[in-house]
């Protein structure tokens, strides 16, 4: 889902009459191409005190796995460039912090509705 959800983000930004659509475009599409998202989050970890590898499988046609690893500190770098990425998206958006939070408490408000009625309905006469 992210895959899909990432190219219709950066559809909607180069459509859109943002400012700094550029920068906007530019850094979304730097942290969304270089970080191996789907390979972190989907596939295997094996790790040991040296290492970290994950183990990235097909997901459709024929099989075949293909091994990424990183040295402990190689792997530390590449969180921190997906963070200075990630960042460099929240600065072009020339958004601060608490309108950051504002819109994450929105979307977890949906989680506190209720998805029952409080009482029964009332019929009009």
């Not at 942290?31 to 994950?54: E, M, P, Q």
Request: without cysteine; positive net charge; glycine residues 8%.
């Amino acid at each position: 889902m992210f895959g899909r959800k990432a190219r219709l983000l950066a559809d909607l930004i180069g459509r859109s009459n943002h400012p700094n659509k550029a920068k906007l475009l530019g850094a979304f599409n730097a942290a969304r191409g270089s970080t191996k998202r789907d390979v972190i989050a989907h596939g295997y970890l094996w790790s040991n005190k040296n290492t970290v590898k994950f183990i990235e499988r097909s997901i459709s046609g024929e099989y075949r796995a293909i091994e990424h690893p990183y040295s402990v500190n190689g792997f530390t770098l590449h969180v921190k460039e997906f963070y200075d990425k990630s960042n460099a998206f929240y600065v072009a958006l020339e958004v601060g912090w608490q309108e950051i939070q504002d819109f994450a408490n929105a979307a977890l408000s949906l989680n506190r509705k209720s998805a029952k009625s409080p009482g029964r309905p009332t019929r009009k006469r």
